[in-house]
C-alpha cells in the first residue's frame, strides 16, 4: 500500500507559479511511475505529467513547456513546478502512483492516488 499526500495549491494570479508537492508513505515511490492529473468541476479528471522510475518525463501538450515534473527519492516526494500559470489551469490536482513501466495518461493505469490539492488561477 501506498499513501499520497498532496500539498502547496492555493491561489495564484495569471502569470504566476506554484509547486506543489507529493509526499509517498508506505512504500518508496521509486518504485513506482508517477502521474499528475487534475480535475476541473464538470470535467474529466486529465493527465498532466508524468515520470518513470529513471526520470523520463511525459507532458500534456497543454503544459509542456510551463510544468516540470520530478522527483526526489530521498524525500520520498513526487513535484510539480507550475509556471506561466493560466486560468484554465484551475483545478483539483492529483499525484497518483503506478506500477506500470512507462508513463500511462489514464487515470485507471494508475493504482494509488492522493487527496487532492485545490489550484486555483485568477485573471
Known amino acids: 500500500q501506498v499513501q499520497l499526500v498532496e500539498s502547496g495549491g492555493g491561489l495564484v494570479q495569471a502569470g504566476g507559479s506554484l509547486r506543489l508537492s507529493c509526499v509517498g508513505s508506505g512504500r518508496t515511490l521509486s518504485s513506482y511511475v508517477m502521474g499528475w492529473f487534475r480535475q476541473a468541476p464538470g470535467k474529466e479528471r486529465e493527465f498532466v505529467a508524468g515520470i518513470t522510475r529513471s526520470g523520463s518525463t511525459v507532458y500534456a501538450d497543454s503544459v509542456k513547456g510551463r510544468f516540470t515534473i520530478s522527483r526526489d527519492n530521498a524525500k520520498n516526494t513526487v513535484y510539480l513546478q507550475m509556471n506561466s500559470l493560466k486560468p484554465e489551469d484551475t483545478a483539483v490536482y492529483y499525484c497518483?502512483?503506478?506500477?506500470?513501466?512507462?508513463?500511462?495518461?489514464?487515470?485507471?493505469?494508475?493504482?494509488?492516488w492522493g487527496q487532492g490539492t485545490q489550484v486555483t488561477v485568477s485573471s
Open positions: 497518483a502512483a503506478s506500477s506500470r513501466v512507462a508513463v500511462k495518461t489514464t487515470p485507471y493505469e494508475y493504482n494509488y
